[in-house]
Structure formats: C-alpha cells, structure tokens
C-alpha cells in the first residue's frame, strides 16, 4: 500500500511513505473527494476514515482538488493520494484513479461531490468495482450560482446513474434525490454524526451572551442576515456579540460583508477568528450556535457538533437542520432570510424566556442517541454490506 501524489513526468501516482498496511480481512474502500476544503462534508470523509475499520472497512482518499484537506485532516492513518484534475473534464485522471484501484486491491469506491463522482464513476467502470455516491446536499440548490448549480445537477444526474447506491445525509436530501429520478430503494439515509465530546451540559444562562458562527462563510450560509438580527437586538440594550468561525470563500464576498458590519456600527460586537480544525474548543468559547442559513444544507455537521459540546442551537429552518434540532426542545428554528425571527429568537434567548439549562442537556443527549461519529459509521458500513452482500 503506498501513499500517492501525481507528477507532471507520469499519469501513475508517485510513492511516498508507506502508511501502515490495514488488517488483512478488512475491505478496502477508495473516497473520491475534492479536497480543496476542510468543511461539513470533508470532516464528514475524515470521521468515516477513522471509524469505518471498527465496523470491517478501511478507506483511502483520492483527492482530485487537493489543498485543504490533506493537510488539515485530522485521521492521518489512512492513505491519501493525490491526483489533481487538469481540468473539470479531464477524463485522465477517471484512468488514474481506476489504475490505483487495481494497484492498490480497493474493492469499492465512494464518491462525496459532482466532480469526484464524474471521476469514480469513470474509475468504477473501467476497474469493474461497484460505486457509492454520498449526497451531502441538493446539487441543484447548492450555492447562488444558476449556472454552477445547473452543471453540477447535470453531471450529479449522469453520473450517479451508475452508482449502486446513493447515501443522503438526511431525509430530505433522500426526498430530494427521488424526486430527481433516483429509485428509492437505491438511496438510503445516513445522518451525518461527530464524535461526542467529554463536557457536562451548561447549567445556567450567561449574563452577557456570546453567539457562534461557524461556515465557510458564502452567500448561502445567511450571515447578512445574523449581522442584521444582531444590530436589532444589541439597539434593544442586549449584551450579545458574535465570534465568528472559519473563512470567507472569497475575498470579495469577505469584503462585502465586512463592509456590511461597518454600516451597521458592529465592528466591536463581532469577532472573526478565521480557519480552524479545533471546532470543539470554538464551542467552548459561545454560549449558542447560530446558522441562518438561507438554503442548500444537507445536515450540517456543525450543528452536530454543537449539539455535542451542550451548546443550544438557533438556526434556519432549512433542509435537514430539522432532522437534528427540535424547536423548543434541542434549540430555536426560524424562517430563513427572517431578520425578525432570527431576532426575536435570540432575544427570547437571552432574556431567559427559554430553559437554556434544559435545551442545552436535551441537545447533548439528541446527540449520543442519533448523530454520534460511530453511529454514521456503522450506517455507512451496513450500505456496503448490502452492495458487497456481506
């Protein structure tokens, strides 16, 4: 087994150091992932890779956009290979990626977008293995450019057709999914999960309040509309201030938002840490999550991890963000792109008119039961089991 990175010299992968051999009598599974972000749907691929040998299965990455990943994963043990894209239609790497299939002796192969799933649908035909797509969110809905949107349903439409099974993160992603021509019985639902965290639940609600927000920060993730709800609730004598967590997927957009926090008179109430793999020790430093998110979320792993760490949730009531938290009694919905609601939540919240002791323990033990890293696992493992008919 040899870890693996593409040269301009070969189409072959290049060995590196050879990470440890896995068990003998575990499968080996391929994920096909861009990796050019560290988000949801890469810690989703980097917890799979850690607990997936404890229910009979050892997976490697093919990054086709490596940059993020690689280096911020957190489950190193697996092997990673490197195998950029020339381009969105570059069909070489499709061979490259089904000759380390073969080299390598991977059984089954698991795709996580519309790119790497155009790639491993190539890779499974030309290495005769069978082909797992994971739906982290609706291709057709998923950011505020028509036009990616539309290329990525077309290619997620005819290349998922030869896919054994389709994974949605939620229930209504696998709605979606059907109502996009897929058979029902070929797409099953595998909740996301995250790790449980050792921490007792919040006890009692803090006098000055700090919300988290925690994204990639683009258009569709609402953070206009968590800027706005904020300066309406601060204008009302409130002491509530914003930590918000991860990056800006462009300069452009950082900018148009910062700007934004300066009409607004905000530049002292909001604080932006940037990128970060330590998600854990960010909840620790707010008192609620807050996701405004205005569409396009499958089942967001940060809510998830929220709800580990005891920390209540006021979020949009979008997509599969109500698969995980129940209003009133694991955190707060709200209509998206509701400045009002979204204020009138977290203003109800600070002023005490909910049990934050109850909606914090409620969150915590939601999660243990339903979205635990291993429960995603073995969900995953029991697909494979059904395609490889083990």
Known sequence: MSQATETA??????????????????????HVINGEHYSGAERVQ???????????????????????????RKFSAAPLYELPMRSRLDRSCGRRVAQLVRDEGYQLL????PRSLLVASQAARLADVPLVYHVHSPA????TRRLVNRINLWTERRSAASAERLIAVSDSVRTYMIQQGFPAERVACVPNGVPRIAVPPRTAAPRTWT???VALFRPRKGVEVLLDALAAVRSTGAEVRLRAIGPFETTDYEDEVLARVDRLGLE???????????????????????LPSLFGEGLPMVVLEAMAA?????????????????HGQDGLLVEPNSVSQLAAAIEDLAAGRHNYAALSASAQQRHAEHFSAEIMAARTAQVYDAILAR
């Open 9 to 30: 010299a070969t189409d072959a992968p290049a060995n590196l150091a050879a990470p440890p051999a896995a068990p003998p009598d575990l499968v080996r599974v391929l």
């Open 46 to 72: 980097d917890l799979l890779g850690e607990h997936l040998p404890a229910c009979g299965y050892a997976a490697g990455f093919a990054c086709v956009k490596p940059d993020r990943f690689p280096a911020a």
């Open 211 to 213: 919300l988290g927000m």
């Open 140 to 143: 057709g809905r998923d950011s």
């Open 268 to 290: 002292s109430a909001v604080d932006w840490t940037g990128f970060t793999t330590d998600i854990p020790a960010e909840l620790q430093q707010v008192d609620a999550l807050a």
């Open 110 to 113: 698991h795709a996580h977008t």
């Open 310 to 326: 005891a920390v209540p949730v006021v979020a949009s009531h979008v997509e599969g963000i109500p698969t995980a938290i129940r």
